[in-house]
């Protein structure tokens, strides 16, 4: 593990880099609110499905990092996430739209004077030493909510089986309509089993964290 550091450390350069131009944009919350109605059909309604590539929850985006939207939503866009609901929603999406649907859903459903999400339970060993092993803290810090950059997601009290699909995006190859090329989650997620990214999901999603879903009223 030790020898793949510096290898690690310059993609992870070189992603945030590709991701730079997508970040000069700014977004508007007040904007993002008004055209998200390709969203709210499924990240509006809590405990929503989806099919495919197979049965789970999507994803909670309400109080996730902007950057990290703005940078999944380009990487669908651009084909790196190959998820094709996704891929035909962001194909009609500009820079500017991303932005601010990026802004409305960082602040949606944030309160005032909120409390931090409590200390995280402390893992079982065998858990334990899976998150060492990839060192998962590092990048998505405490609770893993709070991430050392913000092009990366909050994934603490993510739903466990979204979590477990999208980690086994990261090793898939040579899949028209799976996969997500990210070189860095790639690194990590080929370390692991699926046995063991299913024993990860469940522990980070019994964590407190920031994302959650804010139910949208049936007509607007």
């Known amino acids: 593990m030790i020898k793949l550091l510096p290898t690690i450390f310059a993609l992870a350069v070189s992603f945030v880099s590709l991701t730079a131009q997508a970040q000069d944009v700014t977004g508007n ?39 990290y939207i703005e940078s999944a939503l380009h990487a669908y866009k651009k084909g790196d996430r190959k998820h094709p609901t996704m891929r035909s929603i962001t194909e009609s999406l500009t820079d500017q739209n991303i932005a601010d649907l990026a802004a409305y859903y960082s602040q949606h459903g944030l309160v005032e004077g909120q409390l931090a999400p409590k200390e995280a339970k402390a893992p079982s060993a065998e858990v ?38 999208a980690l086994k995006a990261y090793k898939t190859t040579d899949n028209a309509k799976v996969g997500r090329a990210n070189p860095i989650m790639a690194s990590m997620a080929k370390q692991y089993s699926n046995a063991e990214l299913k ?21 607007r």
């Open 29 to 67: 919350a007040q904007v993002g609110g008004k055209i998200n109605a390709m969203c709210i059909g499924c990240h509006g309604i809590k405990g929503y499905q989806a099919s495919f590539p197979e049965v789970y929850k999507v994803p909670m985006i309400s109080g996730q990092n902007a950057k």
């Open 128 to 165: 334990a030493a899976l998150l060492g092993k990839a060192n998962c803290a590092s990048c998505h810090g405490a609770n893993f909510s709070m991430p050392i950059d913000p092009s990366y997601p909050k994934i603490g009290g993510q739903y466990a089986d979204y979590l477990f699909v």
């Open 199 to 219: 024993l990860l999901a469940n522990y980070i999603s019994s964590v407190q964290g920031d994302v959650k879903v804010v139910p949208q009223s049936r007509f």
